[in-house]
């Protein structure tokens, strides 16, 4: 499916190929809910980072997020690229180098109409905040950390495809 997305301010507009679209992941990790998720969570899609265009890139910015180390216990700089418009502060997408063919819009800056998922992944719930309540359905799953099942395993589990190219 084609996403098409932007910033609010409308400084940065960006497409992309996304095999699996269903916005079913709801992540609410301390960095989706501190830098995308104004309900306590952050929606991630996937997308081929190949096939990745943006108009306005003097525009984006990128944050790479502090973590601690689970094993160490230090403080490290994160990998992960997220990206958002450096003028009104909207979230995009984040891409990864551990998974360069991958990239990873924001559900909240697609402008596309998505499909509805017939069940959600609620994941690092073991981190989300106090004030957060989780709204899961009676299929959805629910985590304390990730899941095992990726994007696509959940696609395919489902028969969920995209419609077009």
Known sequence: MLLKGSCHCGSVRFQLHAAEPYPFNLCYCSICRKTAGGGGYAINLGGEYDTLKVEGKK??????ARV???KSGETEQSEA????????GSALWVWDPGWPELVHPFASAID???PIP???TH???GSKAGWVQVHAGPRDQKFDAYPKESLAAWHERL???STDS
């Open 159 to 161: 028969g969920l495809k």
């Open 123 to 125: 994941m690092m719930l």
């Open 112 to 114: 596309s109409d998505l």
């Open 118 to 120: 017939p069940e959600r």
């Open 81 to 88: 690229q997220r990206n958002f418009c450096a003028r009104c």
């Open 68 to 70: 601690t180390d689970p």
């Open 59 to 64: 525009h984006v910015s990128v944050y790479r």
